[in-house]
């Protein structure tokens, strides 16, 4: 089955500061890898997702790459700021059909310093 | 307002005691989730469901059941056998020719 690492488990930046989590999944068949964010005590949320058939995407302040040749993504957070201080989870799945299911990394501890 | 709707919120139960927690969505989604949360580890897959009285396990399923007997409801009994209850259970729905998962609010369970 597919196996997702992510890195790093904790993350400190600046206030302003950039901030990249990347991530490698095992499966070559995987073919849609969002990013969620979980604030504490609350629920992941969708943050930004890329299909195999994209190199890159961008919304705002976020963006995701994807290199499916070494089979890593990553996902970039430009001009920090406090209230992006959260856990964010990567995730890999195939294309779908009847066994459709998201295999998600271990999650970053992002803390965004003012 | 649509959405999934996981209850309670905190649940406590003794050692030795099954427990059931409660996933409702009314967001029309045919497949439906149950992930496990703890520190440090990520969300591992217990159980899914792509359809109604259909439902595979997942990579952590020992220890756990569930059912599918309506498309909006997917309740997971946490059993006895299962070593380690205590964590933040997480439901999530897709819907179909999507693959974004969208979750609840969570349970977090706590066995003493």
């Known amino acids: 089955g597919e196996n997702v690492e992510q890195h790093p488990s904790t993350l400190s930046v600046q206030e302003g500061d950039s901030a990249v989590i990347k991530c490698t999944y095992s499966d070559s068949a995987s073919n849609y890898f969002p990013w969620y964010k979980q604030e504490l005590g609350k629920r992941p949320q969708l943050i930004i997702d890329?299909?195999?058939?994209?190199g890159e995407k961008k919304d705002q302040r976020i963006a995701v790459t994807l290199n499916k040749t070494a089979k890593h993504f990553s996902l970039h957070i430009t001009e920090t700021q406090p209230e992006d201080s959260a856990v964010y989870f990567c995730?890999?799945?195939?294309?779908?059909?009847?066994?459709?299911?998201?295999?998600f990394g271990k999650g970053t501890l992002l803390t965004v310093n003012p | 307002d649509g959405g999934i709707t996981q209850s309670p919120k905190y649940l406590f139960r003794k050692e030795g005691q099954n427990v059931t927690l409660s996933c409702e969505q009314n967001?029309?989604?045919?497949?439906m989730y149950w992930y496990r949360q703890d520190p440090g580890q990520g969300l591992r897959l217990i159980y899914y469901s792509q359809i109604v009285n259909d439902f595979q396990k997942g990579d952590i399923a020992e220890g756990y059941s569930v059912s599918r007997e309506k498309k909006e409801s997917f309740p997971l009994t946490v059993t006895s056998a299962q070593k380690n209850p205590t964590a933040f259970y997480l439901c999530?729905?897709?819907?179909?020719?999507?693959?974004?998962?969208?979750f609840g609010n969570g349970t977090r369970l706590t066995v003493t």
């Open positions: 890329i299909r195999s058939n994209v």
């Open positions: 999530a729905s897709r819907d179909r020719g999507l693959q974004a998962l969208h």
């Open positions: 967001l029309n989604h045919d497949a």
């Open positions: 995730a890999a799945s195939n294309s779908g059909g009847s066994n459709y299911k998201l295999t």
